[in-house]
């Protein structure tokens, strides 16, 4: 039991589909984070979740969507990617939204836009 | 906008020796948190260590611990006795204290280096 599940682990998907990354926290924590991880670059933020409000959106394009229905699920709905989204997704949760917290990560989901 | 450097892409240790990998950042700030985390193959970020910046006294984790100069914006981990198990990219971070949010702030960004590959050698 790793604290954070994200599935599926791998996703291959067209420009033109719509997919959803799923994530679930066991750990009772009040925020959830999505980052993106691509080759070669740092790990960049996407969406802060704190009691289920959305708190960061990091200049994230529309064609993805977070959803935060309770504190234990975070789900990220992709639409009409581009190849250059693909790269690693991964979750965190945090017991707060505060600044010193440490983040419990998930193992990620490869994501290959074709 | 702060920035964290890690200048080492790769790094190569002997199993129970000891290994240094570099950091440095950039920011305005007086007080801040700084961590390292380590992603092994499983690709699952683990947190290796946390400073808090208005804390002289270095912090330690077991065979982890660092060398934290504020003045000279470096934050280097150092990993005694490596073990095969150490073999990780391993991720230097910073995040501002919370506050409310101003132009170009963010409350919640956690701020990372691009990484630095330990392998550990038998």
């Known amino acids: 039991e790793t604290g954070v599940t994200q599935t599926p682990r791998h996703l291959v998907m067209g420009m033109t589909n719509k997919k959803s990354l799923k994530c679930e926290q066991h750990l009772g924590h009040n925020a959830m984070y999505w980052y993106k991880q691509s080759a070669k670059k740092p790990l960049e933020l996407m969406f802060v979740y704190s009691l289920e409000e959305r708190v960061e959106n990091n200049s994230v394009p529309s064609r993805f969507s977070p959803e935060c229905p309770n504190s234990s699920h975070l789900f990220l709905h992709l639409h009409t990617l581009q190849p250059e989204d693909s790269a690693l997704y991964l979750c965190?949760?945090?017991?707060?939204?505060?600044?010193?917290?440490?983040?419990?990560f998930g193992s990620g989901t490869q994501l290959s836009v074709l | 906008a702060q920035t964290v450097t890690q200048s080492q892409p790769e790094m190569s240790v002997q199993e129970a020796e000891t290994v240094t990998l570099s950091c440095t950042y950039d920011?305005?700030?007086?007080?801040?948190?700084l961590f390292w985390y380590k992603q092994p193959p499983s690709r699952q970020m683990i947190l290796v260590i946390r400073?808090?910046?208005?804390?002289?006294q270095n912090a330690t984790e077991n065979r982890f611990s660092v060398n934290f100069q504020k003045a000279a914006k470096s934050f280097s981990l150092k990993i005694s006795d490596s073990q095969l198990g150490d073999a990780a990219m391993y991720f230097c971070?910073?995040?501002?204290?919370?506050?409310?949010?101003?132009?170009?702030?963010?409350?919640?960004?956690?701020?990372f280096g691009k990484g630095t590959l330990l392998t550990v050698n038998p």
């Open positions: 400073q808090e910046a208005y804390k002289q």
């Open positions: 920011t305005s700030e007086s007080d801040y948190y």
């Open positions: 971070a910073y995040r501002s204290p919370n506050r409310y949010l101003n132009s170009g702030g963010s409350n919640y960004k956690l701020t």
């Open positions: 965190a949760s945090s017991e707060q939204a505060w600044a010193g917290e440490k983040l419990f």
